[in-house]
């Protein structure tokens, strides 16, 4: 398939349809309104990766300046919102999150016309997205998930245009949104960016230069992030909290008599006993000695908001002790660390909607939702985590259909599928560069988010899972695209 569409049709196919996408958008979403949707803006108050509301308002920059448990940028757009919009921040919150729904489902339908979708699909897939429980919920619900598929989504569709037109504008818009995705998550580590800009450059030899030019900025914004974390707290990342992720994957899964065998065996520190992510206090004995640094962000044990605050600073040195934990239990425990990547991977293919944060919402649209996972991810029974617990290791069956089976099935179809199409593109002459790398762009990143999540995670597999998602979506747009044109 050589998806080569001239930019006169694409004008003539594009238009109608985004008005009425666009269309569509507002009334479904004043119809969610209607039976009282509501924007869930109360994690502000309590959630981990969040500083204090009140710093946020009072101290923010000193606040984003000695952050070291989360990479700064989400807290410093909740800091902007709280300053601009005292009183009025959950609808500030909802009306900036509606503009990024908007973007979102747009940038996807262009995204898939410019691969070369067909029209009548691309409108299709993107209603569906549009429309999806999932994509009404995480719009609903004050966390980074939603705006990391927005940029992620706008990102590929500046790559596809500074690789169709070669304009530096694309490309430092292309990378800055790398810089921000990666200043907002810490997953997207910078040597993700980096390796974006080296698979970039070797494709595209002689633009090597627009390419240092255009990173350059954006690279050198994480780096000073980095470098900032280095000096102040000895680390460079944009996270101090690998080791308590890592423990809840390896460690939590012993048994309490298993841990505390291996305390005196010396296999384990006995700070392992301890629940991650524990309040400060917990940790007390550990660092009796230790001095205020008259910095409320890092000195601070519980926030104004009466919830602990995850970036005191001695969760640092805490992450520090269950990191060498967790290689502990990996080296001498291979299969539990292995059987619990599995468990991750079970809770990857749930569908997204399945999410204990958002019960409020999903309980005006439950049946909706019921029938959406039914239809469209393969989910044919509803159990909840207690009744699967009850089933032990027997009914298999019923765990298997318990999850998005047509995800399972379509994940690694897809993945191959669009490799095979960007390969295939590849060897054309002439090469279409802007398709093939897309492409690319969608496929190694959805390995990427799939590969390291689910080794460090274990619970909300399938919330950052969502980020991905749309890039699922323009893959199964693309062979379906194929598909038909072959019948024909």
Same mark, same amino acid.
């Not at 979708?117 to 429309?131: E, H, K």
């Given at each position: 398939?050589?998806?080569?569409?001239?930019?006169?049709?694409?004008?003539?196919?594009?238009?109608?349809?985004?008005?009425?996408?666009?269309?569509?958008?507002?009334?479904?979403?004043?119809?969610?309104?209607?039976?009282?949707?509501?924007?869930?803006?109360?994690?502000?108050?309590?959630?981990?990766?969040?500083? %204090?509301?009140?710093?946020?308002?009072?101290?923010?920059?000193?606040?984003?300046?000695?952050?070291?448990?989360?990479?700064?940028?989400?807290?410093?757009?909740?800091?902007?919102?709280?300053?601009?919009?005292?009183?009025?921040?959950?609808?500030?919150?909802?009306?900036?999150?509606?503009?990024?729904?908007?973007?979102?489902?747009?940038?996807?339908?262009?995204?898939?016309?410019?691969?070369?979708?067909?029209?009548?699909?691309?409108?299709?897939?993107?209603?569906?997205?549009?429309?999806?429980? /999932?994509?009404?919920?995480?719009?609903?619900?004050?966390?980074?998930?939603?705006?990391?598929?927005?940029?992620?989504?706008?990102?590929?569709?500046?790559?596809?245009?500074?690789?169709?037109?070669?304009?530096?504008?694309?490309?430092?818009?292309?990378?800055?949104?790398?810089?921000?995705?990666?200043?907002?998550?810490?997953?997207?580590?910078?040597?993700?960016?980096?390796?974006?800009?080296?698979?970039?450059?070797?494709?595209?030899?002689?633009?090597?230069?627009?390419?240092?030019?255009?990173?350059?900025?954006?690279?050198?914004?994480?780096?000073?992030?980095?470098?900032?974390?280095?000096?102040?707290?000895?680390?460079?990342?944009?996270?101090?909290?690998?080791?308590?992720?890592?423990?809840?994957?390896?460690? /939590?899964?012993?048994?309490?008599?298993?841990?505390?065998?291996?305390?005196?065996?010396?296999?384990?520190?006995?700070?392992?006993?301890?629940?991650?992510?524990?309040?400060?206090?917990?940790?007390?004995?550990?660092?009796?000695?230790? &001095?205020?640094? &008259?910095?409320?962000?890092?000195?601070?044990?519980?926030?104004?908001?009466?919830?602990?605050?995850?970036?005191?600073?001695?969760?640092?040195?805490?992450?520090?002790?269950?990191?060498?934990?967790?290689?502990?239990?990996?080296?001498?425990?291979?299969?539990?660390?292995?059987?619990?990547?599995?468990?991750?991977?079970?809770?990857?293919?749930?569908?997204?909607? %399945?999410?204990?944060?958002?019960?409020?919402?999903?309980?005006?649209?439950?049946?909706?939702?019921?029938?959406?996972?039914?239809?469209?991810?393969?989910?044919?029974?509803?159990?909840?985590?207690?009744?699967? %617990?009850?089933?032990?290791?027997?009914?298999?069956?019923?765990?298997?259909?318990?999850?998005?089976?047509?995800?399972?099935?379509?994940?690694?179809?897809?993945?191959?599928?669009?490799?095979? &199409?960007?390969?295939?593109?590849?060897?054309?002459?002439?090469?279409?560069?802007?398709?093939?790398?897309?492409?690319?762009?969608?496929?190694?990143?959805?390995?990427?988010?799939?590969?390291?999540?689910?080794?460090?995670?274990?619970?909300?597999?399938?919330?950052?899972?969502?980020?991905?998602?749309?890039?699922?979506?323009?893959?199964?747009?693309?062979?379906?695209?194929?598909?038909?044109?072959?019948?024909?």
């Amino acid at each position: 398939m050589k998806p080569n569409i001239s930019s006169e049709k694409i004008k003539r196919f594009i238009n109608r349809p985004l008005i009425m996408i666009a269309g569509l958008f507002f009334i479904s979403r004043l119809f969610y309104f209607y039976i009282g949707i509501n924007f869930d803006a109360v994690s502000i108050r309590w959630f981990w990766q969040y500083i %204090d509301p009140l710093l946020l308002k009072n101290n923010l920059l000193q606040s984003l300046y000695y952050l070291h448990s989360q990479p700064p940028f989400f807290n410093l757009f909740l800091g902007f919102v709280l300053k601009l919009f005292p009183g009025y921040e959950v609808a500030a919150f909802n009306i900036i999150y509606l503009i990024f729904g908007l973007i979102l489902v747009l940038s996807v339908f262009i995204l898939m016309i410019k691969l070369g979708i067909s029209n009548r699909i691309a409108v299709l897939l993107t209603v569906l997205f549009t429309l999806s429980p /999932s994509c009404i919920l995480y719009e609903n619900w004050l966390f980074y998930t939603y705006p990391i598929a927005v940029l992620l989504c706008l990102s590929a569709l500046f790559l596809h245009r500074f690789l169709s037109k070669e304009t530096k504008l694309d490309a430092f818009i292309f990378f800055s949104m790398l810089a921000i995705i990666s200043l907002t998550r810490s997953m997207f580590h910078i040597l993700w960016f980096v390796l974006c800009i080296i698979v970039l450059i070797s494709f595209c030899r002689k633009k090597w230069k627009k390419i240092l030019i255009s990173a350059a900025i954006p690279f050198l914004l994480i780096f000073l992030c980095y470098a900032k974390n280095f000096y102040l707290f000895g680390g460079f990342s944009t996270s101090s909290w690998l080791g308590m992720n890592l423990s809840r994957i390896t460690v /939590s899964k012993l048994t309490r008599h298993e841990r505390n065998l291996w305390v005196k065996e010396k296999k384990l520190s006995d700070i392992s006993l301890i629940r991650p992510f524990s309040p400060v206090d917990s940790y007390q004995k550990y660092f009796k000695t230790r &001095q205020k640094t &008259q910095i409320p962000v890092l000195d601070q044990k519980v926030r104004s908001t009466g919830h602990t605050n995850y970036n005191n600073i001695i969760y640092i040195d805490i992450s520090k002790k269950y990191l060498k934990d967790a290689v502990s239990v990996i080296k001498n425990r291979p299969r539990l660390y292995l059987g619990a990547i599995i468990g991750a991977y079970s809770n990857y293919f749930r569908p997204s909607s %399945d999410y204990s944060f958002f019960h409020n919402n999903l309980t005006k649209i439950r049946r909706y939702d019921r029938l959406f996972n039914i239809l469209f991810y393969g989910r044919y029974f509803n159990d909840t985590w207690k009744t699967l %617990d009850k089933l032990g290791n027997k009914d298999y069956l019923r765990k298997f259909f318990n999850k998005g089976v047509f995800l399972i099935l379509m994940f690694p179809f897809l993945i191959f599928y669009g490799i095979w &199409q960007a390969a295939k593109s590849l060897k054309d002459k002439p090469t279409n560069l802007a398709f093939s790398l897309t492409i690319l762009f969608l496929c190694a990143n959805i390995l990427f988010v799939t590969l390291l999540g689910n080794c460090l995670e274990l619970a909300e597999n399938h919330r950052f899972r969502f980020m991905i998602d749309p890039f699922y979506l323009i893959l199964l747009g693309l062979f379906l695209t194929y598909r038909f044109k072959k019948r024909s």
